[in-house]
């Protein structure tokens, strides 16, 4: 699920005047009497402006979404994906003779890593369980164009990995397998909840969020700077 970050907390790895900024950042937006604020101007005539903090180049669609109604945003990035210890895994077992009955995906980001695995394995056919809608986009040019060589072929009745898990097809008591690649800060809900209903589940941690090593000082400013009807909002994938 989506949590937000503290800037506070990205601290230790910032310089002494970035530290102190983020520390003014972060009682800004996460004091209960600010975020009551922001709640409130909501239904007012001004505009808030909004801070959007996931990696550089993937805050577009919250941007747009949000410029529809209105409201203006300012994006620092905070966070950033680096790889997981089993991301050179990945591909090798894409090309291994057993093909899995399953891959499940949770997040746009693990699609992302995953289809560069998979293509670097030569597009094998694969059978894709995704979590929700928006990581189901992430696959929509490949499916066009890759013969049907990967097909989505389950989303669950809702967006969350317990449901996920509970609706997965498996047919009867056949031997099942799933791969899932995820991050490695991912909880184990998904393979404990398949598992205990008999499939063989195969993790890989293909990827990691961490904090960025540095914040662009001016767009900080302006963040601190902005009214104090702001609100912030930090989505991982």
Known sequence: MASPVSP???APSLSSSSSSSCLQLHRRFFSPSLRTSASASSTSNSVP???VTRERGKNGKLIKALAKHGIG????????????PDSDKLSSVLCADSAFDWIVITSPEAGSVFLEAWKAAGTPKVKVGVVGAGTASIFEEVMQSSERSLDVAFTPSKANGK???SELPKNGNKRCT??????AK????IEQGLSNRGFEVVRLNTYTTVPVGHVDEMVLKQAISAPCCCSCFTFFS
């Open 178 to 183: 799933v791969l899932y690649p995820a991050s």
């Open 8 to 10: 506070f907390s990205l």
């Open 49 to 51: 402006k909004v801070v």
């Open 163 to 165: 449901v996920l898990a």
């Open 186 to 189: 991912a909880s184990n809900e």
């Open 73 to 84: 945003c300012l994006e620092l990035p905070l966070i950033q994906h680096t790889q997981g």
